[in-house]
């Protein structure tokens, strides 16, 4: 019989996308778009918000990293920067987190949770073209 634990870290609310945030920026290799839509920003700030934490100390070969080309700038009605999280364009992972600083501050690493990735979540929504297929 074989068996998985599979333990989820939990994040503090000090680890959350500020409730200030009233636009995105999104960028990517010849993408460029800012949300400002209600509705749309706070769905992706709880799906953000949803991810859980790389578990830490976990050691696992990683036969290549994708390297981070998208880019969530989270900012305030007047344009402030309050977080950014640095993303690769297919599933996060062990070996491809997310990177997330909050006022500058690093936090620690995001991944995917169960189901659909959270970029592939953000294209359906935004319409726009990120997921990149793994190589």
């Known amino acids: 019989m074989d068996a998985l634990a599979v333990w989820i870290y939990p994040r503090s609310p000090s680890e959350r996308v500020p409730a200030a945030t009233a636009e995105i920026v999104v960028r990517a290799p010849r993408i460029s778009a800012t949300v400002t839509d209600p509705g749309k920003v706070a769905r992706i700030v709880r799906w953000f918000d949803a991810l859980p934490v790389s578990p830490p100390g976990v ?77």
């Open 59 to 135: 050691a696992v070969s990683c036969p290549y990293a994708v390297a981070p080309d998208l880019t969530l700038s989270f900012r305030s009605a007047g344009g402030a920067r309050l977080a950014q999280a640095t993303l690769p364009r297919t599933e996060a992972t062990l070996c491809d987190p997310i990177a997330f600083t909050i006022g500058g501050w690093r936090r620690r690493p995001l991944i995917d949770g169960p189901g659909e990735s959270f970029v592939r979540r953000l294209q359906g929504l935004l319409g726009l073209r990120l997921v990149q297929a793994r190589r």
